[in-house]
């Protein structure tokens, strides 16, 4: 078979995938009678409203000279994480905004980082494909630097997403440019399973962000620059068991909700998404008005939900952050950053 003739059939299957994609998408449409937000209008729900003082910064945290690329909390909120591109980790005391600790890091290019549920230990990993655990009881050396207590190495693209398993503290997700997560054993250091790589249901593109199920810690979700989030479940690695659509570019950023039955999702085509993780379905989606085009739609970079799932958290690489009603999917920003959240 000729060169010619393969690239004919290539261009014939890709537009026959595009057809059979927009097909499966008119089907939806079908299904789907209503969103959320158009349900709970006509329930005569209204909106939350905010006065000037109900969101106001509490705390500004100082220290890193660098860019603070990700931050984690305590299962008992009481003390955070915050990782730079200083090369440091720092921990704060939240209560107080006091250092309790800081790290250097083995390599300062890094992404991620996570406490572990326990909060006697963190993760972190970036561009040296690899994530390191630190053990923040262990002794110093003789610089004064906390030691790396294990290396979890594997990956063959960057750690963009760490996260330990709520109720194992011994267990640890990471998502990777290499297309994969990985479920760790940071005791031993050795991989339990991989999720996507050359299973055919897996990422096609760098997974960028991980979020495990706080009811079910079996269940996490994932998103990645295939503009796709997938479920797994970590008893069977050998398949997604739903690939999620809708976005329609990078998926930066993936969070359950509260009540583990569903998760949100922020992206580089400037919405954030909420899904059903039983059916598949796109519940809502929470998008900008913009009077220009959609060059000028900053990307979304961060979300999270409040304790009771009514409020959605966004950070936008406009420095603004956005809180939606995740009901009736209206808006509220505040600002404060001058760069990049």
Same mark, same amino acid.
């Given at each position: 078979?000729?060169?010619?003739e ?11 995938v595009? !057809?059979?994609?927009?097909? $499966?998408?008119? =089907? +939806? ?11 709970? =209008? ?20 100082? %220290? ?12 008992? =909120?009481? +003390? ?8 440091? $980790? ?5 209560? !107080?905004?006091? =250092?309790?600790?800081a ?34 009881? &262990?002794?110093?050396? +003789? ?16 750690v ?5 398993v ?7 997700? !990471? ?7 990985? $479920?760790w ?8 399973s991989?999720f ?14 991980? #979020?495990?199920? &706080? /009811? ?14 997938? $479920? ?5 690695? /050998?398949?997604?068991? +739903? ?6 570019g990078?998926v ?7 009540? %583990? ?5 922020g #992206?580089?085509? %400037? ?8 059916? %598949? ?19 979304? !970079?961060?979300?999270?939900? #409040? ?35």
């Amino acid at each position: 078979m000729s060169f010619s003739e393969l690239k004919d059939r290539h261009v014939a299957a890709t537009a026959m995938v595009n !057809t059979l994609r927009d097909r $499966l998408n008119q =089907k +939806r449409q079908q299904l789907l009678d209503t969103d959320v937000a158009g349900y709970a =209008k006509s329930q005569g729900r209204t909106a939350v409203n905010f006065s000037s003082t109900d969101l106001v910064c509490c705390r500004t945290l100082q %220290g890193h000279t660098g860019k603070v690329y990700s931050l984690d909390w305590t299962p008992e =909120k009481n +003390r955070i994480v915050s990782a730079s591109q200083d090369g440091r $980790l720092i921990i704060w005391n939240a209560l !107080t905004s006091q =250092k309790t600790h800081a790290i250097k890091l083995p390599c300062a290019w890094v992404m991620t980082c996570s406490f572990a549920p326990n909060g006697y230990s963190v993760a972190c990993g970036g561009l040296d494909s690899e994530c390191s655990i630190f053990n923040l009881n &262990s002794q110093v050396d +003789r610089d004064g630097n906390l030691p790396v207590s294990r290396v979890l190495t594997g990956h063959k693209g960057y750690v963009s997403s760490c996260e330990f398993v709520r109720d194992q503290d011994t267990r640890l997700i !990471t998502g990777s440019g290499d297309q994969t997560c990985v $479920l760790w054993d940071v005791t031993t250091g050795q991989r339990i399973s991989v999720f996507g790589g050359e299973f055919p249901s897996g990422h096609t593109s760098d997974v960028l962000s991980i #979020s495990i199920n &706080s /009811s079910n810690s079996n269940m996490f979700v994932s998103g990645s620059c295939d503009a796709t989030a997938r $479920l797994w479940d970590t008893r069977i690695a /050998s398949r997604a068991i +739903r690939t999620y659509h809708g976005h329609h570019g990078d998926v930066n950023t993936v969070k359950f909700f509260p009540d %583990g039955q569903r998760f949100g999702t922020g #992206s580089d085509d %400037g919405t954030c998404r909420l899904f059903d993780m039983r059916t %598949g379905h796109q519940l809502q989606v929470y998008s900008q008005q913009q009077a220009n085009n959609d060059q000028d739609v900053p990307i979304v !970079t961060s979300i999270a939900f #409040s304790i009771s799932g009514r409020l959605l958290f966004a950070g936008y690489s406009n420095g603004d952050c956005y809180v939606w009603d995740t009901l009736l999917a209206e808006i509220w920003a505040f600002g404060g950053h001058r760069k990049v959240i």
